[in-house]
């Protein structure tokens, strides 16, 4: 897969699928509740509002390289008519430049950043 051309919609899918897996197996991995526990405690980290959060902290705190950067802001630009009910665009673009970035690195087969992405989120 050529990664200059794939849109950021197609890398923000994957990356919200592979964002979602790190999410449950770590609260999986630290609590024996049942599954209807652990799906509402993974709201607090898969909601837009939470990914935004923790994309602008990652950004804030220089975290990120100049690549991820830019794949990030490439997402967050990408046109679109439509976000959830529940946030406004701008936390929506936010949280899709999140996701977005995770499966840019997930494609690249980048496991080891995307485990120091999550252990930012999670720690």
């Known amino acids: 897969i050529d990664l200059q051309t794939v849109s950021m ?29 652990l799906h509402k405690k993974s709201i607090h980290y898969v909601s837009a509002k939470s990914q935004s959060g923790y994309l602008k ?3 804030d705190g220089n975290f990120l390289s100049n690549e991820e950067l830019d794949v990030v802001k490439r997402a967050r630009n990408y046109k679109t008519t439509s ?23 997930n494609l690249k087969e980048n ?12 720690v």
């Open 9 to 37: 919609q197609t890398l923000a899918f994957i990356g919200d699928a592979v964002y979602n897996l790190y999410i449950r197996c770590y609260l999986a991995s630290n609590s024996n509740a049942k599954t209807g526990l």
């Open 57 to 59: 902290k990652m950004m």
């Open 83 to 105: 976000h959830p009910k529940n946030c406004d665009i701008i936390t929506y673009k936010y949280a899709t430049g999140l996701e977005a970035l995770i499966g840019y690195l």
């Open 111 to 122: 496991i080891e950043r995307i485990d120091e992405i999550m252990n930012f989120i999670l």
